[in-house]
T-cell receptor, first 114, second 112 residues
């Protein structure tokens, strides 16, 4: 069974631009979560989607948004990029997103903002 | 909000030595999960602990959940170079339901 797929693997953008990242969860998984990973802050929760609805949201500015499609694929968008947005963005999927389920992470998208 | 603290941040060991990382939560946890991230890789689930005082073993890895369900530890016996990576603990969201909360991880560096 295929794992969680994230595209693109690497991105280089300049300040002020916007970016869209894509995540395809494991087949049958309906919950998709997004995390930002930086050396200083570690793994920080962005948001979680289930059945096309955002169920939970972390403490990030409104420039960070996401959506989920009917096939459970998810995208996240960052508008008006800032230097501090440079990070590894990880997507994780699980069956239903309950707190006792393990997360399956994708390989991530490494975003560099210049 | 809920905080999950992990120590140490870095641990250098000689191959064959033991290694332990500790995780402490500001609130009682219904369960705790552990993940490993190899250099350049992504977090991979290792185990979940649910019961107070629970101890689980996976070969050379021993995981414990504290009696008060606010702390946990991961102990590796006789480290090998394949153990290199960052070990994260993670707890379920607090009352604000803000997603699985990860500790900042312990980076294990092994010197041959």
């Amino acid at each position: 069974k295929a794992g969680v797929t994230q595209t693109p693997r690497y991105l280089i953008k300049t300040r002020g631009q916007q970016v869209t990242l894509s995540c395809s969860p494991i087949s049958g998984h309906r919950s998709v979560s997004w995390y930002q990973q930086t050396p200083g802050q570690g793994l920080q929760f962005l948001f979680e989607y289930f059945s096309e609805t955002q169920r939970n949201k972390g403490n990030f500015p409104g420039r960070f948004s996401g959506r989920q499609f009917s096939n459970s694929r998810s995208e996240m968008n960052v508008s008006t990029l800032e230097l501090g947005d440079s990070a590894l963005y990880l997507c994780a999927s699980s069956l239903s997103g309950t707190t006792n389920e393990k997360l399956f992470f994708g390989s991530g998208t490494q975003l560099s903002v210049l | 909000g809920q905080q999950v603290m992990q120590i140490p941040q870095y641990q250098h060991v000689q191959e064959g030595e033991d290694f332990t990382t500790y995780c402490n939560s500001s609130t009682t946890l219904s369960n705790i999960q552990w993940y490993k991230q190899r250099p350049g890789g992504h977090p991979v689930f290792l185990i979940q602990l649910v019961k107070s005082g629970e101890v689980k073993k996976q070969k050379r890895l021993t995981f414990q959940f504290g009696e008060a369900k606010k702390n946990s530890s991961l102990h590796i016996t006789a480290t090998q170079t394949t153990d290199v990576g960052t070990y994260f603990c993670a707890g379920p969201p607090g009352g604000g339901a803000d997603g699985l909360t990860f500790g900042k991880g312990t980076h294990l560096i092994i010197q041959p």
